[in-house]
């Protein structure tokens, strides 16, 4: 009820809307649309109600990560057409694995905080209360399951081109983080269910650090956020460009097997591509050449001997020569 009073509001724009008109809208009394309405300020929302006139958005809290703040007039045919948002959970990627089978494709989990959030290989992603973006999408692409982990580049792609759009000049360290000024600020996680022949469900998650000044010592050095940067970006407008980013390149490559708009964003704007990098694999550490990301999304290096290597994501970390890129 409340995401419909705030639905209603949102539509009305910048005009009051009195407390009967609501009632009778959401057929509820006004007593009950006066409750609502309180909690709805509790939360955030910044509703001006004024005597006789009624209610009226003052400005959209542009800090909670809602259904309704997400997805008023986002132009998306699935994603994000149904929203789950937590104030705490433990891992937005677990949640969304145990939910998987019976949601619907595009649902997305978001939380204010995880007290478990995780990288990959069973590492920690520190997920502090309100300081980031920590969300997982359910996705049901009818692909073969091999094909699954290109969607980890489509997810870089996505959030690389929606920063780079709302101005924040960030990077793609292959395969799974963003960069801004060689630190990371943010990271992706594919978890993927399946059949030999076919996909039950992927779980891709998303972190971002967002309004993070102070990092944990342990990612002190490798970390970064946003405001950190001097960006101070609203984390619903990036949720709200990610989305339709990926929504556009997800379906050119599930629907068409079209892979080039992904790999020319990967591409442009590679932090590793041209650069000396460490491939670190178990205990092994080998300094390599970068040179490009082929067009399997494997990335391309040469090795001391020469040779001209492939590598595919998910086997390997990287390591920049001086440090994290
Ligand atoms: P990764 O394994 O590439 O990176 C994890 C490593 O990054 C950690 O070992 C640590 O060194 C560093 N790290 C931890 N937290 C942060 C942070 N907040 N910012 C920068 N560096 C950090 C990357 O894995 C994939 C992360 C996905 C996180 C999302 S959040 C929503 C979803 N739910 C969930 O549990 N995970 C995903």
Request: glycine share 6%.
């Amino acid at each position: 009820m409340r995401e419909k009073i705030i639905e209603t509001i949102l539509n009305n724009q910048d005009e009051f809307i009195s407390g009967e008109e609501l009632s009778k809208q959401l057929g509820i009394s006004r007593a009950a649309v006066w409750k609502h309405i309180k909690v709805l300020k509790e939360q955030g929302y910044n509703i001006e109600s004024v005597n006789k006139k009624g209610y009226k958005l003052v400005k959209k809290p542009d800090d909670l990560l809602t259904y309704n703040n997400i997805c008023h007039e986002l132009d998306t045919n699935f994603m994000g057409r149904k929203i789950e948002h937590f104030d705490t959970i433990c891992s937005t990627n677990d949640y969304a694995k145990s939910i998987a089978s019976e949601s619907l494709d595009g649902t997305i989990i978001i939380s204010e905080e995880q007290t478990k959030g995780k990288g990959r290989l069973g590492r920690q992603w520190h997920s502090k209360i309100s300081e980031g973006i920590w969300m997982s999408a359910i996705l049901k692409p009818n692909i073969s399951p091999y094909k699954a982990p290109f969607i980890t580049l489509i997810a870089g792609a996505s959030i690389v081109s929606a920063l780079n759009k709302l101005g924040v000049n960030s990077q793609i360290k292959w395969p799974n983080d963003i960069i801004i000024n060689n630190k990371k600020v943010a990271g992706i996680l594919t978890e993927l269910s399946a059949e030999i022949e076919r996909i039950n469900y992927i779980v891709l998650g998303i972190g971002i650090n967002v309004k993070t000044m102070e990092f944990s010592q342990e990612i002190s050095e490798i970390a970064t956020s946003l405001y950190k940067e001097n960006y101070r970006i609203s984390r619903v407008d990036i949720v709200r460009s990610i989305i339709v980013e990926f929504e556009r390149l997800y379906l050119d490559y599930i629907n068409k097997g079209l892979k080039e708009s992904t790999l020319k964003i990967c591409r442009e704007y590679s932090a590793i591509i041209g650069k000396e990098i460490y491939i670190l694999q178990g205990d092994s550490k080998e300094l390599v050449k970068c040179i490009d990301i082929n067009d399997q999304g494997n990335l391309v290096i040469k090795d001391n001997s020469d040779k001209t290597r492939e590598i595919m994501s998910g086997e390997v970390s990287i390591r920049g020569v001086k440090g994290y890129v």
